[in-house]
């Protein structure tokens, strides 16, 4: 692959690239514990993965079942006599899985549309417009749950082999596949904006291909917004996904925080709230965790707070 | 001198991006007399449109007034209330800013914009404010000034847009006005009308003028006296006449020096060897003795004071005056 | 003005066809024949058989180019996707699988339900947001302004199922003060207790997002030039506050408002589910659960018509509120 050098002026470092801005996110306090507590929460996932001293989930007995919070099952027990705590921390993982799952795909695809449509132009781009026009027009949630309703209980052949989208996969699929509107958009926009810059102009006079333009080019000038969007996008997911499994159009065999906000409905007449509190907790966290890094990453990363370091 | 403007010791600073605090603005002083027009000159970066702002209080938020006195006439307006210093914006002290498009609030009309100045001081009828409304942006120019009382600021050109936010500054008879790099952002043809219209003002309402402006031409052409600012420091002040004609300072003698002029002949153009530092990094002693070519021991250590010469021609030197070999 | 309205309107009809390909591609290509599901498990071949050419799935799902290079229109035009395409821009929905009722006759009695849920929540909502917003912007960096921002991280990161079954059990179940669930049937001032509760659970849960919103939109605009002209004019900080920064952040915010209205019509779903209120979103979450299709692929169609109308109207609201922006 040849080595298309860009002469002249040095053009600007990507703005993801920028070395003062990881120091500078580093040195928000908001910044730093809002990361402890991510770290903290893929731990736990880690955790549900590997099942380490954690109580089998599945365990049923209906003699301990409505247990308060004990040393034996710090968070209770629900109505199966299942441990409370087991489930929240698989949970984790279920949730955690979903989000990351539902975030590379729409970050693909709206990452690839986004640049070939801003580049490209014409009609591609009228396109692209219509297709991600077309999926914006129909209420979020409503589009998800169509998504999520269709998917669930399909197989798909792929090269030869079959796969069963059961629950939990399906909720993966549905929110990828209607989660890259947004970053589409906006990637979109940045290439028209950047499309015309000296950098670009340059490797075109060398005879740079349209591929490589956007990919070596002006897919690294992006990168910032990608970050935020992946980062303020997980959040929703993982909101998105508790719904969906409320629903019954989510996970379905394994624990889920959404599945166990749906069994609390009828534990709360019973006074038994400890599920609800766990997973309400639990949900709680992560999102304002994210929120929070979210916002410290998009202001570190902005270029126009950046300009002030003089 | 009563009635003039008068600025003492103005000390301005910053936070920086990493926390520490920068002194944009130090020790900074000047004095506009009555009817008179000061030209505040300086490179971009060096305080002066924050001496500006500090008058009328309106530095931004970020921005902290460490120590300094401003004195109109007899009144300290470091020491006034907010409600006593709205009193002062635009009834006595007004200011026009770079950008006058943005200057202006799109989604008004301008001239209820200018009525509107007009109200914030004066008890008067809205209709008597449109009244003299209308005839101040006669005034100040604007032909046909019914329907471009009308008009949004988007509908009219970069000089109209910086003749109304003049109309605006007007309205209240104030006795000083600051402008602030007020034809910066115009073409070169409309900035000469606007300056003539400025000085004309002058004349008229005899208001004192500080101008503010990076341009050493405007000063020539526009004021009576000069103050020359390094670094937030003011290193020279004085008429303008003298000032041009035998510059004390190093740093003014440069700038003279690298301005072009008419009738010259061919001559190399001197530029002040080096760049200005920033403020977070400023020099000890003399903020331009790296770059100038007087320098001596002393200009490292300690800070030269504003000494007088003749005739109120101020330096802040401590070879003021000297050629360099 | 009107050239301008003509021409928005065209470019809604391709993202309406869009929107008709894509609940046809969902429920019909990809979830495939619905037959089987509906005759039962009982039901004999030829009465599914039957079935399929009343509900017209026997016919080919796409259009056969042979047959219009042959000439024969008629047999070419009878598909699925043409008439799937023709039933729902002329919005002939058929009957609900599950009721057996004309969807449109649903969709209408549903409406009223969701509105009076919506509609309060959204204006008290607008109104609360921008007051706090404003309070906010004007005290920046104060404590009242860094509580009020924690408080909203807090509320757009508490999740807002969690909060309404808190809600419903504790203020309605516990401590009684508003009726459980229900919506009456007559439109009377029953209406009032019954959306009380859902109304506000709604108003706390999107005040947390609307407050941040509108705050960063009120700051941006305080931070202008003709904010600090206004100030050195010497008026006073209420007008240059309400004058100034608040009808200049008026236009952002009620252009992204706008577009918030069709969800007003869909209703939440969720506190129409919990609040068993008969309204458009408990609608969707009923036919989800039963697969109920054909009212699924008229919401997701009716959803975007409303959708779009909001877009339209937005952009001439724009186009008059900020003299700017002229018709073109």
Same mark, same amino acid.
């Given at each position: 692959?040849?080595?298309?050098?860009?002469?002249?002026?040095?053009?600007?470092?990507?703005?993801?690239?920028?070395?003062?801005?990881?120091?500078?996110?580093?040195?928000?306090?908001?910044?730093?514990?809002?990361?402890?507590?991510?770290?903290?929460?893929?731990?736990?996932?880690?955790?549900?993965?590997?099942?380490?001293?954690?109580?089998?989930?599945?365990?049923?007995?209906?003699?301990?079942?409505?247990?308060?919070?004990?040393?034996?099952?710090?968070?209770?027990?629900?109505?199966?006599?299942?441990?409370?705590?087991?489930?929240?921390?698989?949970?984790?993982?279920?949730?955690?899985?979903?989000?990351?799952?539902?975030?590379?795909?729409?970050?693909?695809?709206?990452?690839?549309?986004?640049?070939?449509?801003?580049?490209?132009?014409?009609?591609?781009?009228?396109?692209?417009?219509?297709?991600?026009?077309?999926?914006?027009?129909?209420?979020?949630?409503?589009?998800?749950?169509?998504?999520?309703?269709?998917?669930?209980?399909?197989?798909?052949?792929?090269?030869?082999?079959?796969?069963?989208?059961?629950?939990?996969?399906?909720?993966?699929?549905?929110?990828?596949?209607?989660?890259?509107?947004?970053?589409?958009?906006?990637?979109?926009?940045?290439?028209?904006?950047?499309?015309?810059?000296?950098?670009?102009?340059?490797?075109?006079?060398?005879?740079?291909?349209?591929?490589?333009?956007?990919?070596?080019?002006?897919?690294?000038?992006?990168?910032?917004?990608?970050?935020?969007?992946?980062?303020?996008?997980?959040?929703?997911?993982?909101?998105?996904?508790?719904?969906?499994?409320?629903?019954?159009?989510?996970?379905?065999?394994?624990?889920?925080?959404?599945?166990?906000?749906?069994?609390?409905?009828?534990?709360?007449?019973?006074?038994?709230?400890?599920?609800?509190?766990?997973?309400?907790?639990?949900?709680?966290?992560?999102?304002?965790?994210?929120?929070?890094?979210?916002?410290?990453?998009?202001?570190?990363?902005?270029?126009?707070?950046?300009?002030?370091?003089? | %001198?009563?009635?003039?403007?008068?600025? !003492?010791?103005?000390?301005?600073?910053?936070?920086?991006?990493?926390?520490?605090?920068?002194?944009?603005?130090?020790?900074?002083?000047?004095?506009?007399?009555?009817?008179?027009?000061?030209?505040?000159?300086?490179?971009?970066?060096?305080?002066?449109?924050?001496?500006?702002?500090?008058?009328?209080?309106?530095?931004?938020?970020?921005?902290?007034? !460490?120590?300094?006195?401003?004195?109109?006439?007899?009144?300290?307006?470091?020491?006034?209330?907010?409600?006593?210093?709205?009193?002062?914006?635009?009834?006595?002290?007004?200011?026009?800013?770079?950008?006058?498009?943005?200057?202006?609030?799109?989604?008004?009309?301008?001239?209820?914009?200018?009525?509107?100045?007009?109200?914030?001081?004066?008890?008067?009828?809205?209709?008597?404010?449109?009244?003299?409304?209308?005839?101040?942006?006669?005034?100040?120019?604007?032909?046909?000034?019914?329907?471009?009382?009308?008009?949004?600021?988007?509908?009219?050109?970069?000089?109209?847009?910086?003749?109304? %936010?003049?109309?605006?500054?007007?309205?209240?008879?104030?006795?000083?006005?600051?402008?602030?790099?007020?034809?910066?952002?115009?073409?070169?043809?409309?900035?000469?009308?606007?300056?003539?219209?400025?000085?004309?003002?002058?004349?008229?309402?005899?208001?004192?003028?500080?101008?503010?402006?990076?341009?050493?031409?405007?000063?020539?052409?526009?004021?009576?006296?000069?103050?020359?600012?390094?670094?937030?420091? %003011?290193?020279?002040?004085?008429?303008?006449?003298?000032?041009?004609?035998?510059?004390?300072?190093?740093?003014?003698?440069?700038?003279?020096?690298?301005?072009?002029?008419?009738?010259?002949?061919?001559?190399?153009?001197?530029?002040?060897?080096?760049?200005?530092?920033?403020?977070?990094?400023?020099?000890?002693?003399?903020?331009?003795?790296?770059?100038?070519?007087? %320098?001596?021991?002393?200009?490292?250590?300690?800070?030269?004071?504003?000494?007088?010469?003749?005739?109120?021609?101020?330096?802040?030197?401590?070879?003021?005056?000297?050629?360099?070999? | 003005?009107?050239?301008?309205?003509? /021409?928005?309107?065209?470019?809604?009809?391709?993202?309406?066809?869009?929107?008709?390909?894509?609940?046809?591609?969902?429920?019909?290509?990809?979830?495939?024949?619905?037959?089987?599901?509906?005759?039962?498990?009982?039901?004999?071949?030829?009465?599914?058989?039957?079935?399929?050419?009343?509900?017209?799935?026997?016919?080919?799902?796409?259009?056969?180019?042979?047959?219009?290079?042959?000439?024969?229109?008629?047999?070419?035009?009878?598909?699925?996707?043409?008439?799937?395409?023709?039933?729902?821009?002329?919005?002939?929905?058929?009957?609900?699988?599950?009721?057996?009722?004309?969807?449109?006759?649903?969709?209408?009695?549903?409406?009223?339900?969701?509105?009076?849920?919506?509609?309060?929540?959204?204006?008290?909502?607008?109104?609360?947001?921008?007051?706090?917003?404003?309070? $906010?912007?004007?005290?920046?960096?104060?404590?009242?302004?860094?509580?009020?921002?924690?408080?909203?991280?807090?509320?757009?990161?508490?999740?807002?199922?969690?909060?309404?079954?808190?809600?419903?059990?504790?203020?309605?179940?516990?401590?009684?003060?508003?009726?459980?669930?229900?919506?009456?049937?007559?439109?009377?001032?029953?209406?009032?207790?019954?959306?009380?509760?859902?109304?506000?659970?709604?108003?706390?849960?999107?005040?947390?997002?609307?407050?941040?919103?509108?705050?960063?939109?009120?700051?941006?605009?305080?931070?202008?030039?003709?904010?600090?002209?206004?100030?050195? /004019?010497?008026? /006073?900080? $209420?007008?240059?506050?309400?004058?100034?920064?608040? /009808?200049?952040?008026?236009?952002?915010?009620?252009?992204?408002?706008?577009?918030?209205?069709?969800?007003?019509?869909?209703?939440?779903?969720?506190?129409?589910?919990?609040?068993?209120?008969?309204?458009?979103?408990?609608?969707?979450?009923?036919?989800?659960?039963?697969?109920?299709?054909?009212?699924?692929?008229?919401?997701?169609?009716?959803?975007?018509?409303?959708?779009?109308?909001?877009?339209?109207?937005?952009?001439?609201?724009?186009?008059?509120?900020?003299?700017?922006?002229?018709?073109?």
């Amino acid at each position: 692959m040849k080595r298309i050098a860009v002469p002249g002026r040095a053009s600007p470092p990507p703005p993801a690239a920028e070395p003062g801005v990881w120091r500078r996110l580093g040195r928000s306090p908001a910044a730093r514990i809002s990361l402890a507590v991510i770290v903290f929460y893929l731990l736990l996932a880690a955790w549900g993965c590997s099942g380490w001293e954690l109580p089998d989930w599945r365990t049923v007995n209906y003699a301990r079942a409505y247990q308060g919070p004990s040393p034996a099952h710090p968070f209770g027990t629900d109505i199966h006599g299942r441990d409370v705590l087991a489930k929240t921390v698989i949970g984790a993982r279920t949730a955690l899985t979903v989000a990351f799952l539902a975030s590379v795909l729409a970050v693909a695809i709206g990452l690839i549309l986004g640049l070939l449509a801003g580049y490209l132009g014409g009609a591609v781009d009228g396109i692209i417009t219509w297709v991600y026009s077309t999926l914006e027009s129909v209420p979020y949630y409503l589009l998800i749950l169509a998504f999520a309703f269709v998917l669930q209980d399909r197989s798909i052949n792929l090269w030869g082999m079959e796969f069963r989208l059961e629950g939990i996969n399906a909720v993966y699929l549905a929110l990828g596949l209607t989660g890259w509107v947004g970053l589409c958009r906006l990637i979109r926009g940045e290439v028209i904006k950047r499309r015309e810059g000296e950098y670009v102009l340059a490797a075109r006079s060398l005879g740079a291909s349209p591929l490589r333009v956007m990919f070596r080019h002006l897919a690294p000038n992006v990168l910032h917004v990608v970050i935020v969007t992946f980062t303020l996008g997980f959040v929703s997911y993982i909101h998105a996904e508790v719904v969906l499994s409320f629903l019954g159009l989510g996970a379905k065999e394994v624990p889920s925080w959404g599945v166990m906000i749906d069994e609390s409905k009828l534990e709360l007449a019973r006074g038994v709230w400890w599920q609800l509190l766990a997973a309400s907790l639990a949900i709680f966290g992560i999102s304002l965790a994210l929120h929070v890094f979210g916002d410290a990453l998009r202001d570190a990363l902005d270029p126009r707070t950046r300009g002030t370091k003089r | %001198m009563k009635e003039s403007l008068r600025i !003492e010791g103005l000390r301005i600073s910053f936070p920086s991006p990493s926390g520490e605090l920068v002194r944009a603005v130090e020790d900074a002083g000047l004095t506009v007399p009555p009817a008179t027009a000061l030209g505040l000159v300086g490179e971009s970066g060096c305080g002066k449109t924050l001496t500006g702002l500090a008058v009328l209080r309106l530095l931004p938020p970020a921005a902290r007034l !460490e120590r300094g006195r401003i004195f109109l006439g007899e009144t300290d307006l470091s020491e006034l209330t907010e409600a006593e210093m709205r009193a002062v914006r635009g009834e006595q002290v007004a200011m026009i800013f770079q950008e006058p498009m943005t200057s202006l609030n799109p989604v008004y009309r301008v001239g209820d914009q200018v009525v509107e100045a007009i109200r914030a001081h004066r008890r008067l009828s809205f209709a008597s404010a449109r009244h003299l409304a209308l005839d101040l942006l006669d005034r100040v120019g604007i032909r046909r000034p019914r329907e471009r009382y009308q008009a949004y600021p988007h509908q009219l050109s970069g000089g109209q847009r910086q003749r109304v %936010m003049i109309a605006t500054a007007l309205s209240c008879s104030p006795r000083f006005l600051i402008a602030d790099e007020p034809t910066t952002a115009l073409d070169v043809t409309v900035q000469a009308r606007i300056l003539e219209l400025i000085a004309s003002l002058r004349e008229r309402e005899r208001m004192g003028i500080l101008l503010i402006t990076h341009d050493l031409g405007i000063v020539a052409g526009e004021t009576d006296r000069v103050a020359v600012m390094y670094l937030g420091r %003011m290193v020279e002040e004085g008429a303008t006449r003298d000032v041009f004609a035998r510059p004390l300072h190093p740093y003014a003698r440069a700038l003279l020096r690298s301005v072009p002029r008419l009738g010259q002949g061919r001559r190399r153009l001197e530029a002040i060897r080096g760049n200005v530092p920033t403020p977070a990094l400023r020099p000890s002693g003399c903020p331009f003795h790296p770059r100038c070519p007087l %320098m001596i021991p002393v200009c490292r250590r300690e800070i030269p004071p504003l000494k007088v010469y003749e005739s109120g021609h101020r330096c802040a030197c401590f070879r003021a005056g000297e050629e360099a070999t | 003005m009107r050239r301008f309205l003509v /021409k928005r309107l065209l470019y809604c009809i391709p993202v309406l066809f869009g929107i008709s390909l894509l609940t046809f591609l969902l429920f019909r290509v990809v979830g495939g024949d619905p037959v089987d599901r509906l005759a039962g498990k009982y039901a004999r071949a030829e009465q599914k058989e039957q079935l399929r050419e009343q509900l017209g799935f026997n016919l080919p799902l796409w259009p056969r180019p042979e047959l219009l290079l042959a000439g024969d229109l008629g047999n070419f035009a009878d598909n699925q996707l043409f008439h799937h395409l023709f039933d729902t821009f002329t919005f002939r929905f058929g009957r609900s699988q599950q009721y057996h009722r004309r969807i449109s006759a649903m969709i209408l009695s549903g409406l009223v339900p969701s509105l009076s849920l919506t509609l309060p929540a959204f204006l008290l909502g607008l109104f609360l947001q921008t007051a706090l917003a404003l309070l $906010s912007a004007s005290r920046r960096g104060s404590r009242f302004d860094r509580l009020l921002t924690l408080a909203c991280l807090v509320g757009m990161s508490f999740p807002f199922l969690a909060l309404i079954i808190f809600g419903q059990s504790l203020l309605a179940g516990r401590f009684g003060w508003f009726p459980i669930l229900g919506f009456p049937e007559k439109f009377g001032l029953g209406v009032l207790t019954h959306t009380a509760l859902p109304v506000l659970l709604g108003l706390v849960a999107g005040l947390g997002g609307g407050v941040r919103f509108y705050r960063t939109i009120l700051i941006e605009e305080a931070e202008s030039d003709y904010v600090r002209t206004a100030r050195a /004019k010497g008026l /006073k900080e $209420s007008r240059v506050l309400f004058g100034h920064v608040l /009808k200049n952040a008026m236009i952002p915010i009620i252009t992204r408002t706008v577009v918030v209205i069709p969800f007003l019509f869909l209703g939440s779903l969720l506190l129409e589910r919990f609040f068993s209120i008969p309204g458009l979103g408990y609608m969707l979450v009923d036919a989800v659960n039963s697969s109920d299709w054909p009212v699924i692929n008229a919401l997701t169609f009716v959803g975007a018509v409303f959708y779009l109308g909001a877009v339209v109207l937005t952009d001439v609201l724009y186009a008059l509120v900020d003299p700017r922006v002229s018709l073109k």
